[in-house]
C-alpha cells in the first residue's frame, strides 16, 4: 500500500514490487489532476498496466478543486470501474478481481487491448453532458515541450520529433478521418519532451515523454485545457507512437484520457529490449477514437527529479560533464601543489 504522491516516484511505487509475489497494490490519494499526462484515472490506469498488477484506487473526492479519481485496474490491463464525479460526492467500489501468480520481471512485452467494464461518471443537465464538465483540471506548463501541429491536410501523418536538443526522439505514424461538414473544436498537437516538469506548486519531476494532446487553440499555452464540449470534427483510424528510452532509474507507462475523464482503451502497449541499456517503448491501437484529450507515453526518470524545471539537451549535459572535469583537474592540481 501507499498514498498520494507515492505514485510518482521509485520509492515505493516501484521499489515494493521488487518482490515477485506483489501482485496487488492499494492506493489512496488526494490527488489533483493536471493536464495533459497527470489526470489521476489515467496515471492509476498507466501504473496497473505498465506493472502488471491489480491496483485498487480511491481518491479523495473535490471537483471544484480538481481532486477525485477512483478505480479498479486489473493486471492484464483491463479496467474493472472506474469513478469521478462533478459533485461533491462518493461511491463504492465492488468488483471481482481475479487473483494472479508471481509477476515475472522482463523488459520485453506486449499487452493488448484493454476493455472498460464499468464506467462511473454521472450525466448532467438533460442527460447529455457528464458532470465531469464540472470537475476542475488544471494545465500543465509546457513550455519547454518541443511541438508539432497535425497537419490535417494528409490523411496519412508520419513525423519523428525530438525534445528540444536532445537526442531523444519520438515516431508516430496516425492516420485520420476529417470532418469536413462538422466544426472541429480541438487542435491536436505532436510532443516530445525530456526534461523537468514542475507539478503543483513547488515539485519537479524527471520525464521522458511522446504524445498526442488536445489544445483549445493553435497556442501551445492552450494544450491541456477543456472545452465544455467532446472532440469533434476529427477521428483517429490509428495512432501508432515508438521511442526508444533508458530504463536505468526510471518507468515508462501509458498515459491515455478521453473527454469524459477516463482513460483510452483499445491499443497495444509494447516493450521491447534492443540494447543493454536501451528499450523501445510502443503505443498503438486498436481501433478508431473519437474523443481523445491525450495519447501517448509517459516516462518517469528519477535521477532527475528535484532540479531545476526545463528541457534537458546534449549541451546542457557536455557542458555540465566538461565543468565536472575543470573542478577536479583544479582540485587535483591545487592538491599537487600542496603536497
Same mark, same amino acid.
Given at each position: 500500500m501507499f498514498i498520494s504522491g507515492d505514485i510518482l516516484y521509485q520509492t515505493p511505487a516501484q521499489d515494493i514490487l521488487g518482490n515477485p509475489t506483489v501482485t496487488d497494490v492499494v492506493y489512496s490519494s488526494s490527488w489533483k489532476s493536471e493536464l495533459p499526462f497527470w489526470q489521476s484515472n489515467s496515471l492509476q490506469h498507466g501504473y496497473a498496466k505498465s506493472n502488471k498488477v491489480n491496483l485498487?484506487?480511491?481518491?479523495?473526492?473535490?471537483?471544484?478543486?480538481?481532486? *477525485?479519481?477512483?478505480?479498479?485496474? +486489473? !493486471?492484464?490491463? #483491463?479496467? !474493472? /470501474?472506474?469513478? +469521478?464525479?462533478? /459533485?461533491?460526492?462518493? #461511491?463504492?467500489?465492488? %468488483? %471481482?478481481?481475479? #487473483? *494472479?501468480?508471481e509477476r515475472k520481471e522482463h523488459f520485453t512485452s506486449c499487452q493488448g487491448s484493454s476493455a472498460l467494464t464499468t464506467q462511473g461518471f454521472h450525466l448532467g443537465i438533460g442527460k447529455q453532458l457528464p458532470d465531469v464538465t464540472l470537475f476542475r483540471t488544471t494545465a500543465v506548463d509546457l513550455s519547454n515541450y518541443t511541438f508539432k501541429s497535425l497537419n490535417l491536410l494528409n490523411k496519412t501523418i508520419s513525423e519523428t520529433i525530438c525534445s528540444g536538443e536532445s537526442n531523444f526522439c519520438c515516431n508516430f505514424h496516425i492516420v485520420v478521418s476529417k470532418h469536413t461538414t462538422v466544426f472541429q473544436n480541438y487542435?491536436? #498537437?505532436?510532443?516530445?519532451?525530456?526534461?523537468?516538469t514542475r507539478y503543483g506548486l513547488s515539485t519537479t519531476v524527471g520525464e521522458r515523454i511522446c504524445g498526442l494532446v488536445a489544445c483549445l487553440d493553435e497556442s501551445n499555452q492552450s494544450c491541456g485545457g477543456r472545452n465544455l464540449l467532446s472532440p469533434t470534427g476529427i477521428s483517429f483510424e490509428s495512432i501508432s507512437i515508438k521511442g526508444q528510452f533508458n530504463p536505468n532509474h526510471a518507468h515508462y507507462q501509458p498515459s491515455t484520457l478521453k473527454f469524459d475523464l477516463t482513460p483510452a482503451t483499445d491499443y497495444l502497449y509494447c516493450t521491447e529490449q534492443i540494447a543493454r541499456n536501451e528499450i523501445e517503448v510502443s503505443l498503438i491501437t486498436t481501433t478508431r477514437h473519437d474523443s481523445l484529450l491525450s495519447? *501517448?507515453? +509517459?516516462?518517469?526518470?528519477?535521477?532527475?527529479?528535484?532540479?531545476?524545471?526545463? !528541457?534537458?539537451?546534449?549541451?546542457?549535459?557536455? *557542458? !555540465?560533464?566538461? +565543468?565536472?572535469?575543470?573542478q577536479v583537474s583544479i582540485i587535483y592540481i591545487l592538491c599537487y601543489l600542496y603536497t
Open positions: 485498487l484506487a480511491s481518491s479523495r473526492n473535490d471537483p471544484s478543486v480538481g481532486y *477525485g479519481g477512483s478505480g479498479i485496474y +486489473l !493486471a492484464n490491463g #483491463k479496467i !474493472a /470501474e472506474t469513478y +469521478l464525479s462533478g /459533485e461533491r460526492r462518493s #461511491k463504492l467500489i465492488i %468488483q %471481482q478481481i481475479p #487473483k *494472479g501468480g487542435i491536436y #498537437k505532436l510532443v516530445a519532451f525530456y526534461g523537468v495519447f *501517448g507515453i +509517459l516516462g518517469r526518470v528519477y535521477i532527475n527529479d528535484n532540479t531545476y524545471a526545463g !528541457a534537458i539537451n546534449t549541451a546542457t549535459i557536455r *557542458g !555540465a560533464n566538461s +565543468l565536472v572535469f575543470t
